[in-house]
């Protein structure tokens, strides 16, 4: 059964906690990852993508906006961390305070820089489906543009059920947007580059309940509205207005992705 806290939680709007301001040593911080990965694999044109200064910046507040699910003295694992940026955002933010884990098809070694930094348990995959861990080990599960990869959805997400702790924490970014404007401009005028598997908020809230899965908050990853309430200066108080601001004119709804953070359940 749902608690009555678990029902309050929930949020499909979208209106995070988060400011919309971007701290400055995780910004520098990012930014000096990918300069010194850059100069030992200068040809990487995904590196360059994901460390341009938009990329830098939108990682960031994705961050910021899951960071308030987190907690320091937890086992944590970056599920397809690829280059695993945000396991050292989480290792910048929490110290040696969590136990952090990761995983990827690729070997730590491709991205030394990043791993070195993060310094998390690294496992390198090698099934598409199973992981390597024991059941009900994790506190929290993060993936960042990794379930719209997998060979099968739904099972990937069964499997990040067995290895969540009962009540444990499921936070996935990057999700594509099948009203994306960026994902059809790929799909059907440059015909590249494209997601073979794109979703929506009502599809995502019931392929997570049918994995076990009950969300806590599922929105569009663009934060348009509250990076203008921060940049016009706004005061905590009167943050609220972005949310308002963002039901009246959904701009968010053809951002590129979604992103959700939902409770590992024992039952519905």
């Known amino acids: 059964m749902m608690n009555n806290a678990t029902a309050t939680a929930l949020n499909l ?19 000096n990852l990918y300069r010194r990965q850059a ?19 939108n990682r960031i507040r994705t961050f ?21 940026p945000d396991s050292c955002l989480l290792r910048a933010s929490f110290g040696d305070s969590i136990n952090l884990h990761s995983c990827d098809f690729v070997e730590a070694a491709q991205y030394p820089v990043f791993h070195e930094f993060a310094r998390s348990t690294h496992v390198r995959l090698d099934d598409p489906i199973v992981l390597p861990y024991a059941s ?9 543009g990794v379930l719209e990869h997998t060979a099968m959805d739904y099972e990937s997400l069964k499997q990040l059920h067995r290895v969540l702790k009962p009540h444990g924490t499921l936070i996935v970014s990057y999700l594509p947007n099948w009203l994306s ?31 076990g899965f ?12 509250e990076r203008l309430a921060a940049m016009v200066g706004l005061q905590e108080w009167q ?11 959904p701009l968010q709804v053809f951002s590129s992705t979604l992103c959700f953070v939902a409770r590992k359940m024992g039952g519905m």
């Open 13 to 31: 709007g979208g209106r995070g906690s988060w400011s919309g301001r971007v701290p400055r040593s995780l910004h520098d911080l990012l930014e």
């Open 136 to 144: 009900n080990y994790f506190d929290v599960v993060i993936g960042s």
């Open 181 to 211: 404007v960026h994902e059809w401009m790929r799909r059907e005028v440059r015909k590249e580059n494209f997601h073979l598997r794109l979703y929506g908020i009502s599809e995502t809230v019931q392929l997570l309940k049918r994995s």
């Open 239 to 249: 943050r609220g207005v972005s949310s308002v601001l963002g039901r009246c004119l």
């Open 214 to 225: 009950y969300p806590l908050e599922v929105r569009y990853n663009t934060f348009f509205w």
């Open 39 to 57: 100069a030992l694999d200068p040809n990487n044109a995904y590196l360059r993508e994901q460390g341009s200064p938009a990329g830098v910046v």
């Open 64 to 84: 910021q906006w899951y960071r308030p699910f987190l907690a320091s003295s937890q086992t944590i694992l970056d599920w397809g961390c690829q280059h695993a």
